[in-house]
């Protein structure tokens, strides 16, 4: 199994313009999460699906932050506009969620997107 | 989710194992004891978990208090790519959030 892939790797943009970051789960896992991983914040949840509906979107810092997931093996985390104090490494994770046994699930990160705003 | 304290940093000589020390005080009788670690520029990695008894795999032991207080983590031959900040999360039953902390700066030594 490839394991979750993150695109893109990198990322610079200007403030204002709007970011995308792309994210694919491995497959048959039904749970994916949105984290962000700054040194002054260290790793904090965004949000998080199951079964591509969001659950949790408690840790997006605003409105200019938005996620998507159109289907089990994609999701989209959308800064429009972006501005520099959102320069971080932004992580996916994916987890097969079993119902009343979550307490085994193992999340899974993808490699990440350094993401940096001018 | 219980709080976990870990000290920030930590020195072991590679060969010899490294003992990674947690308290968790404040966990409930359901909350499970995760590690993860996170190798310089990496997502961060699943290690193992638990809840009472102690536990082993393939990359490491996880030794649990009777009273569920502290666990420590145990890498029992340290090597080089083992230099990573690993996290001791509590997680409940039904949770499937993690919420890290600031983790344990491990550095193994030639």
């Known amino acids: 199994d490839a394991g979750v892939i993150q695109s893109p790797r990198h990322e610079v943009t200007e403030m204002g313009q709007e970011v995308t970051l792309r994210c694919k789960p491995i497959?048959?896992?039904?749970?994916l999460f949105w984290y962000r991983q700054t040194m002054m914040r260290g790793l904090e949840l965004l949000i998080y699906?199951?079964?591509?509906?969001?659950?949790?979107d408690s840790g997006m810092p605003e409105d200019r932050f938005s996620a998507k997931m159109p289907n089990a093996s994609f999701s989209t985390l959308k800064i429009q506009p972006s501005e520099p104090r959102d320069s971080a490494v932004y992580f996916c994770?994916?987890?097969?969620?079993?119902?009343?046994?979550?307490?085994?699930?193992?999340?899974?990160f993808g490699p990440g997107t350094r993401l940096l705003v001018l | 989710d219980a709080k976990t304290t870990q000290p920030p940093s930590m020195d072991c000589a590679e060969g010899r194992a490294a003992n990674l020390p947690c308290n968790h005080s404040?966990?409930?009788?359901?909350?499970?004891v995760y590690w993860y670690r996170q190798i310089h520029s990496q997502g961060p990695q699943y290690i193992i978990h638990g809840l009472k008894n102690n536990e082993t795999n393939e990359m490491a032991s996880l030794i649990i208090t009777e009273d569920r207080k502290s666990s420590t983590l145990i890498l029992p031959h340290a090597t080089l790519r083992d230099t990573a900040v690993y996290y001791c999360i509590g997680k409940g039953e039904r949770a499937q959030k993690l919420v890290f902390g600031q983790g344990t700066r491990l550095t193994i030594n030639p």
């Open positions: 497959s048959g896992h039904n749970s």
């Open positions: 699906f199951n079964n591509n509906v969001p659950i949790d």
């Open positions: 404040t966990i409930s009788g359901n909350e499970y």
């Open positions: 994770a994916s987890s097969s969620a079993r119902g009343l046994a979550v307490h085994g699930e193992t999340q899974y």
